[in-house]
């Protein structure tokens, strides 16, 4: 599954080969990650496969329990609940704040970070797609200006947009383009610095968003 990395690349390489065997389906969602597997088959120290480890786990790409080790991340329809509650509450939080915060970089990125979104959603491109929404949302997350709120997001949320790349290339294309559209409000009411539209949008977005995630979720079998 995986092929022998030179020492002087460790931590990214290994983070890197393990991230795209999640995401091709040669690692399956819960998967059990062993660590001195991993590092037999990757050549590699302990320590470098679990600095590897750590920075897939801060992504969302996997997750470690007490008791029962660590996985691949698999979401189960009540955890797409939690998560997508505590979106409502603090992603909408953050939009608002966002709008009250974003200076004209801020925005020029996020106008730009838009762009990318809709051009992956006409190309088709799935996984792309997934990449860009996430890096817009987190985007407007650090645009907030709220490092804690930021931190509290990346652990809630990060984890849904890792899983939703695992199952990404079963999206009907034309879904990608409605979702890319339905960011357009959200980035205009930040661009007109309107902190209650932005948190009243996003509140009326998500509910849009997780009814799609119930039905990939249902479907999937999760």
Known sequence: ????????TLRTRIAQQIRDAILSGALKEG?????????????????????????LEWEGFIVKKKMSGTHVVRLS??????IFRVREVLESMAF????????????????RGYTEMIDAARNKDARL?????????????????????????????LPYFSYTAIRIEAVDPFVLYQ????HYPLLQAIKAHDAESARRLFTE??????????????????
């Open 1 to 8: 599954m995986f092929t022998k990395v030179k020492s002087d």
């Open 77 to 82: 329809l009540t955890d797409v609940e939690k």
């Open 31 to 55: 998967s059990k990650l062993v660590e001195r597997n991993l590092a037999g088959e990757l050549g590699a120290s302990l320590t470098a496969v679990r600095e590897g480890l750590i920075e």
């Open 205 to 222: 977005k998500i509910q849009n968003w997780v009814a799609l995630a119930r039905v990939e979720i249902s479907r999937g079998g999760g």
């Open 129 to 157: 797609y997934n990449q860009k929404d996430m890096r817009w949302h987190q985007a407007v997350w650090q645009t907030s200006n709220n490092d804690f709120m930021v931190a509290a997001l990346r652990r809630a949320v």
């Open 96 to 111: 608002a704040e966002a709008a009250v915060n974003a200076t004209d970089s801020a925005i020029d990125g996020l106008e």
């Open 179 to 182: 979702d890319a559209s339905e």
